[in-house]
């Protein structure tokens, strides 16, 4: 598939910016980040004064914080593209106030920008993007209707508005830069994306699915990411998000089945890690406490301090370490791990913080 994409990628190199950006998306879906930023810098080279590379590499850089956004190397050049696409979309609209694509790019930028102040802190810079986000992808729309790609961002951005905190919903009946989502056209957006988009179409179906496990949909959520794990094998993520859906949904055998035939394809070592965490946590869930020890043994437990495990990957090694080395007595070292995951509180997965909270309360048994 690697040399199959690579030759996709020669195929396109004096191809038109939309079939670039196309073959892109498709590098983007089947995991191959490299071929990606080839060709947003392909994108930016030849079409300088064309936002299109730049908006492309926002959706980039936004697929990878999502994944973990403690990291803060993507920040930088997320902020210039961001500066770049305002730029070139501000003085396109300056010069013809119908441009729709210009509005597209520009609530995009904003989009992504809101998403990265936000986990950076800066909540009314957040607030603000997140506002002209909404009304600059509306205006997509208005102007072109037919762009049904616009209505996948368009629905995310109802979706988290309509999905504040508490607070900010009640400042924003009074401050102007808080957003105000439209939660009856967040999901039949997505869907319309998933059945009628173009670019985002398959990006779209993984979206559709997180938000329908919030949703409590999972059997849907199921389907989606299903067929998308059969359509790109290559593409950890996908693969990781389905069988930890499998995992919540308690179909505990189809995990491990699903699992460990993960671990026999060609995946990164953390990626690996991962999957052998959630084999184990299913191992438990049928009382197989040696298979789920074994298990667990195999788990490079030094990953913790590589830099390389996203927040909620270590929020859920502490709490299955936590009940491993409860269920061998050791009590204090099981405590320890639940008081880690318990002192990150906020930013814990509400699942992981109970378990822990109640790890200390009372040792853990089957």
Known sequence: MRIFLLLLFSSVAIADPFALKHEGNLMRLHGNYAGAQQVYEQLVTKYPEDAIGYVFNLNTMLTLLTWDRTQTRFDEQIRQDAASTFDICERTIANEVSNYLAYYYCGQAHMTMSYLSAIRGEYYQSGRHANLAIKQLERTLKLNENLVDAKMHLGIAYYHADN??????????????????????????????????????????????????????????????????????????????????????????????????????????????????????????????????????????????????????????????????????????????????????????????AAARQGIESPFRQ
Do not use: C
């Not at 398959?202 to 938000?211: P, R, T």
């Not at 830099?307 to 502490?318: I, S």
């Open 164 to 353: 504040l905190p508490p607070f900010l919903k009640a400042l924003s009946w009074f401050l102007w830069f808080i957003p105000t989502g439209n939660a009856d056209k967040s999901l039949p957006y997505l869907e319309d994306t998933t059945k009628n988009g173009y670019f985002f179409k398959d990006a779209a179906k993984f979206l559709y699915a997180d938000l329908l496990i919030m949703e409590g949909d999972q059997q849907k959520a199921s389907d989606l990411l299903e067929g998308l794990s059969k359509t790109y094998p290559g593409n950890s993520r996908v693969q990781l998000r389905y069988i930890s859906l499998l995992l919540e949904q308690a179909l505990f055998e189809e995990t491990i089945s699903f699992g460990e035939q993960f671990l026999r394809e060609q995946h990164q070592d953390i990626d690996k890690d991962l999957v052998r965490l959630w084999i184990t946590r299913a191992h438990l869930a049928l009382d197989a406490v040696d298979k789920a020890k074994n298990t667990f043994s195999t788990i490079n437990q030094k990953i913790e301090q590589s830099g390389d495990l996203p927040p909620w990957g270590r929020h859920w090694l502490l709490l299955t370490r936590g009940q491993i080395v409860d269920l061998d007595n050791h009590r204090a070292d099981a405590v320890q791990n639940y008081q880690r995951i318990i002192d990150e509180g906020p930013y814990v997965n509400p699942e992981i913080l």
